[in-house]
């Protein structure tokens, strides 16, 4: 990241300063998004090609529509990922995560290791597991649900997080079941809520060069929106620096807009930033080296919030993909929740990113604190714990949680 980024975005400089930068036109493309009209993918293709004075003024409007629409605070969860198998069959040529069954490395946990996990993470005051696992063609049929009784059935109260589009079309089939059936019998299960993932970029074209085994786009929509019939939300997400343009980025936003507006079930958007360096996208030479992190990062951040206004309030920074630094910056662009805890992250890990695997919540808050936003602990619906010391003021201290649950250590203990 460039080591001035701050400055040359300008950080708190006025709003109208930041404004007079931009070019006329340009500057009423934000000025019409600043009132609250629809951010067309021609308009978002625009700002995703935003440079100088445009980047500077496209910035500015991203944290002004954020300040409106959701205020300062900033959330988090405290949660645990976990990654029960990387057993796989799948192909993603973006995955760097996924073994076959006879590699030395490959494992499949068992019932007794998941439970040890979640154990852990309750202990250290976790309330989401949110768990995804390779596409194992071995497992039993009833894998998923199974995982899911027995986690709910020790630990009543964790909210459970999990299992993929990619993961419910490949556990309906294995099942012989409808997606409304298996997604009402994971449900009934203990389910939650389901990661938006196995997105990447809803357009087809990239999808088959991506992963042409993968969940095509209208079955990703499918299970999405009958999980949201079901009253099973879900996160979205957008994978972005690989083989998709400006153009395929804003279309993908735009086509979440418009389930949101049809459904309402997305609880958050989370650009995730494509990790290269171990994959075979990358080995191959199908992909160069992506943009360097900073810039193109911010921009990704803003676009979707100018998009995504009045649709998803919630814009979610990643701190594993693009490092604890820019993602305090996103905070600037637009980003309005850091994200978790995360305590294990080994498909990012496994691709190349150098973030770590987990940050406490005493660093979360800190760095939220640092960009002048109050840190807020909330539930994966977004639900807004209570404060240790609702009297506190913004400066990180005594604001770490719900009275009576103790806090998070500086750092866990090992947990693989």
């Known amino acids: ?28 493309l934000l000025d019409r998004a600043l009132e609250g009209h629809e951010v067309s993918v021609d308009d978002g293709e625009r700002c995703l090609h935003a440079e100088g004075g445009d980047l500077v003024a496209l910035i500015a409007t991203a ?5 409106r629409d959701v205020g300062d605070d900033v959330t988090y969860v405290v949660n645990r990922n976990l990654n029960f198998t990387n057993i796989c069959f799948v192909g993603c040529r973006f995955c760097a995560f996924a073994r076959q069954r006879w590699e030395a490395d490959a494992f499949n946990q068992s019932i007794e290791a998941i439970l040890a996990k979640v154990q852990q993470a ?16 071995e497992m039993p049929a009833f894998t998923y649900r199974d995982i899911l009784l027995a986690i709910k059935g020790a630990f009543p109260q964790i909210h459970m997080h999990a299992f993929s589009p990619m993961e419910i079309m490949y556990g309906s089939r294995r099942t012989d079941m409808s997606y409304r059936d298996y997604l009402q019998m994971l449900r009934d299960a203990g389910l939650g809520t389901i990661p938006g993932t196995a997105a990447e970029i809803l357009d ?7 992963s042409h085994k993968k969940v095509d786009v209208q079955t990703w929509i499918d299970i999405v929106t009958t999980a949201h019939d079901l009253g099973i939300r879900s996160t979205s997400t957008v994978m972005y620096g690989h083989l998709e343009t400006a153009r395929h980025v804003a279309a993908h ?49 803003a676009t979707s919030r100018l998009m995504l206004q009045g649709a998803i309030d919630n814009l979610q920074t990643s701190w594993v993909k693009i ?8 905070l600037e662009a637009g980003c309005n929740d850091f994200g978790g805890t995360l305590m294990e992250e080994s498909i990012s890990r496994e691709a190349g990113a150098n973030a770590g695997e987990y940050t406490p919540v005493d660093e979360i808050r800190a760095l939220i604190t640092a960009r002048d936003r109050r840190p807020v602990e909330r539930t994966t619906l977004y639900d807004k714990r209570e404060a240790a010391h609702e009297d506190t003021a913004v400066d990180g201290h005594g ?5 009576g649950r103790r806090e998070v250590p500086a750092r866990p203990d090992p947990y693989c």
């Open 323 to 330: 490092n604890h630094e820019l993602a305090q910056l996103s």
């Open 1 to 28: 990241m460039h080591p001035h980024l701050a400055e040359e975005i300008q950080v708190g400089a006025p709003l109208a300063h930041r404004m007079a930068l931009a070019q006329p036109e340009f500057r009423a």
């Open 399 to 403: 604001l770490g949680g719900r009275s």
């Open 253 to 301: 936003i735009a086509l979440i807009r418009t389930l949101q507006r049809q459904t309402g079930g997305f609880t958050e958007f989370v650009p995730l930033r494509f990790i290269h360096d171990n994959t075979e996208l990358f080995r191959q030479g199908l992909v160069g080296e992506p943009p360097p992190k900073g810039i193109y990062d911010l921009r990704v951040y």
């Open 63 to 67: 944290d002004a529509i954020r300040k």
């Open 204 to 210: 087809d074209e990239i999808r088959e060069i991506l």
């Open 122 to 137: 309750v202990d250290l005051g976790a309330t989401e597991i949110c768990m995804q696992g390779g596409i194992n063609p």
